[in-house]
């Protein structure tokens, strides 16, 4: 193992929503196991006990040192709140850097006041692009690279991104995927759940339906056009869908198909299951789009882009748009002709540990210069 450079000893890592906990888990445990001294700070963005609680418990992943309770709101009052809370809170602690994850408000908020302080910013899943201004989290992962100083890619085609777009080749590494080290961690401890059973399922017997991008849910006549599709899919092959609390209030007013069937937003280790077991997922999501890759699971995306490219190029991931016809006929080919699982090469389980060795190893990372020559 390489030497732990002594300059760069305290380390916050920022979490604040579902996506978030899996992803820094891994990346705090590999910083302290080479002697960082690791604080987390939960900015609040997700709060119920089925957005965030329940993922502290199933990863063990200890509270927060420090909590900003920001909560939910618009795009600029999240994003503020998470800023003016972020900011007096970092210079008290005053680390060497600070580790942003994904591409939620919160990532954006830290890396902005982190940027302007002082620390080190690392941005663990930089580079991915979906090329669709339209999505906030694109606005998010272009303007938080922007800031940072350590680019951590976990694909080839984000590390081209990158490269693309002008930033430096020190400060770009390849590291791979760190929701993959949370997945592999955690497998064998997710197939004893029992929420098969509670859930009335059996393996390969159902397919599993996510959705809550605004493009998908916040549109009644979207949403219903998704909800005909899921109907029609559902006569063949029953459908359970963990609802997110941005689409619940929708669902409802909207009533949803009979095969369809709603329940509360999955713990992490019941939602690892459910894609485990499942003959088929049908989802929006970015992270589940990366699981099911990793599972060997056939995975429709209700969406015309993907910022994950390479789980279609390599993956089992189809992308099917969102009009309903499209989506039924995409997914009975998939259900006739499953795509080949073939796991993308540094989805190991081991991103975190390349994570550590860049940040804490290698001939005084901690000194490097800002990027001020790009671009
Ligand atoms: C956020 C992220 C998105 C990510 C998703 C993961 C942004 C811009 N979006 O979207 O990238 O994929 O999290 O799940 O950061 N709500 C609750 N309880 C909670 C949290 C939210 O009821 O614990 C409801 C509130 O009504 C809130 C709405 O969900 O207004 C949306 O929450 P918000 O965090 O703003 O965005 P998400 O849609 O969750
Ligand atoms: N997830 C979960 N329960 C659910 C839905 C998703 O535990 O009901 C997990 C999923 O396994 C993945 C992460 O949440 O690890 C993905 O988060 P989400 O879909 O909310 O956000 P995105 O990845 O789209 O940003």
Redesign the pocket.
């Known amino acids: 193992m390489a030497t732990t450079n002594t300059t760069m000893t305290r380390i916050v890592c920022v979490a604040?929503?579902?996506?978030n906990y899996m992803k820094i888990k891994p990346v705090m445990d590999a910083l302290e196991r080479r002697g960082a001294e690791v604080l987390l700070v939960h900015t609040g963005?997700?709060?119920?006990e089925?957005?965030?609680g329940v993922f502290f418990r199933d990863l063990g992943l200890r509270p927060p040192d420090h909590f900003l309770g920001v909560?939910?709101?618009s795009?600029a009052e999240?994003t503020g709140r998470v800023m003016t809370a972020f900011e007096p809170l970092l210079a008290r602690l005053a680390p060497d850097a600070v580790v942003v994850v994904?591409?939620?408000?919160?990532?954006?908020a830290c890396a902005l006041v982190t940027a302007k302080a002082g620390p080190l910013l690392a941005h663990v899943e930089a580079g991915l692009r979906s090329r669709d201004w339209g999505m906030?989290?694109e606005v998010?992962r272009v303007a938080t690279d922007r800031v940072s100083d350590y680019l951590l890619a976990s694909s080839p085609d984000a590390a081209d991104n990158l490269r693309a777009e002008g930033y430096r080749a020190d400060q770009v590494h390849l590291v791979g995927n760190v929701m993959i080290d949370t997945l592999f961690a955690n497998l064998e401890r997710a197939r004893q759940s029992d929420v098969l059973r509670r859930y009335g399922l059996t393996r390969g017997g159902y397919g599993l339906v996510t959705l809550?991008?605004?493009a998908n849910v916040d549109d009644p006549g979207v949403l219903a056009g998704l909800l005909k599709a899921l109907g029609v899919i559902a006569e063949h092959c029953p459908l359970l869908l963990p609802v997110?609390?941005?689409a619940?209030g929708r669902l409802t007013e909207l009533g949803v198909p009979g095969g369809l069937r709603l329940v509360p937003p999955a713990g992490y280790l019941d939602f690892i299951a459910l894609q485990d077991a499942a003959r088929i997922v049908l989802t929006d999501?970015?992270?589940v789009q990366e699981e099911t890759t990793a599972l060997g699971v056939p995975c429709v995306t209700l969406r015309d882009n993907t910022e994950r490219p390479i789980t279609v190029e390599q993956g089992t991931n189809v992308l099917a748009g969102r009009d309903p016809e499209r989506i039924t006929a995409t997914v009975a080919r998939v259900l006739e002709h499953p795509p080949a699982p073939r796991r993308p090469a540094l989805w190991d389980g081991r991103a975190s540990e390349r994570i550590a060795d860049v940040l804490l190893t290698g001939g005084g990372a901690a000194t490097r210069p800002r990027p001020t020559d790009l671009i």
């Open positions: 604040g929503a579902r996506p963005q997700h709060y119920d089925s957005m965030n909560g939910s709101g795009h999240q994904g591409d939620i408000n919160s990532t954006l906030p989290e998010n809550h991008r605004p997110h609390p941005r619940a999501s970015g992270g």
